[in-house]
């Protein structure tokens, strides 16, 4: 009794739903969805397209370089008796940074000028006897030779004398020196860096397909490492020939930089125009459909939509410059794109 009572309960559930059901539908409270009458326009975005200045950006990375920078070393030995600079401080051109003890070379050059003095007499004393005929002319000239010799050693021992002294060969920063006073120096010790930071260079290498577009002269923007800031800089020397591991060339660039801010070493990213064009054909990339051997799009002719195959060979991330296909004033049909067909009615809602 207990299993025919639950079939029944059962059974009048499935009755009460599908009444419930039919009543529903009847009463027209879910209704089928509407169909657009046959040729209707179909509603579009397009824009018409103006003349803009199309700039495409080769983006690269590259670094920072000082203008100029060198190793300060000493091309004598000996004892370091002063040093007359700060570490990372701003030295001029010329400006002592250290010099070394030069005791020694003093006492040779004080020897080497007496020699000179006496070589310079005899040479005196010959010219003399010549002209009384005591001596032959092979004579007065071994004493002239003598003196020569002599002048020559005396400016050798100068010339030791003044690189005891070292000099800051251009203007810019000091590092840190590795030395200090009374130290023993060879040439082979590097006593700091010297380098000129304003301006700066800025290396980086494009791919060959471009060497085409670079020229001397050509302006650039580039950013750094942790700074959102765009610095500008220009384009002043081009590697000759290309790399052939990398195919890739060499391009630098000379940047200001008065404020200090960029420092050697650091990373950069470079913006490089590489192409533009006055008052050029631009299109949104979503208005584009690839074909079979090409590209194509669809403008808005008399309310229809016309399949129009197009030429392009540059792009930025929003836009594609068209070279052949669209024309000024053309209408192009920017959404519902891959469903439309040639010749179907469209309405077009104007985008700016």
């Known amino acids: 009794m207990k299993r025919k009572y639950i079939y029944l309960i059962i059974i009048v559930g499935i009755i009460a739903f599908v009444a419930y059901k039919f009543s529903s539908e009847k009463g027209g409270k879910i209704a089928p969805p509407s169909e657009s009458p046959k040729g209707a326009p179909i509603e579009v975005n397009g824009i018409v397209v103006s003349p803009k200045d199309f700039e495409n950006i080769l983006t690269v990375s590259g670094s920072v370089e000082p203008n100029e920078q060198v190793q300060i070393r000493s091309e004598v030995s000996g004892i370091i008796r002063n040093l007359y600079f700060h570490e990372g401080s701003f030295v001029t051109k010329g400006q002592i940074l250290f010099n070394i003890d030069d005791t020694e070379l003093q006492a040779q050059l004080l020897q080497r000028q007496t020699e000179e003095k006496l070589a310079e007499e005899n040479a005196r004393r010959a010219s003399l006897l010549l002209e009384k005929e005591a001596i032959s002319t092979q004579e007065k000239d071994v004493a002239l030779a003598d003196l020569q010799s002599a002048q020559a050693q005396t400016q050798l021992i100068k010339a030791q004398i003044a690189k005891t002294k070292v000099r800051a ?46 020229k001397e002269g050509l302006p650039l923007n580039f950013t750094i490492s942790g700074s959102s800031k765009q610095y500008g800089a220009k384009i002043y020397a081009i590697e000759p020939g290309i790399d052939a591991q990398t195919r890739t060339i060499q391009i630098r660039a000379l940047a200001a930089n ?39 799009v669809f403008v808005c002719k008399g309310g229809k939509a016309s399949a129009v195959d197009i030429e392009s060979d540059s792009r930025t991330s929003t836009d594609i410059l068209v070279n052949k296909g669209i024309s000024i004033g053309d209408t192009v049909l920017t959404s519902g794109v891959m469903a439309l067909k040639n010749g179907m009615n469209v309405h077009v809602n104007l985008k700016n």
Do not use: C, H, W
């Open 258 to 296: 008065d404020s200090g801010e960029l420092f050697p070493g650091s990373f950069a990213r470079v913006q490089l125009p590489i192409n533009m064009v006055k008052e050029a054909v631009l299109i949104p990339t979503e208005a584009v459909i690839p074909v079979q051997g090409g590209k194509q």
């Open 169 to 214: 060969p251009f203007s810019g920063k000091i590092g840190l020196r590795s030395v200090s006073a009374g130290e023993y120096l060879t040439p082979t010790t590097i006593v700091a860096n010297l380098m000129s930071t304003n301006p700066v260079k800025i290396l980086f290498s494009v791919p060959e397909k471009y060497t085409a577009q670079i």
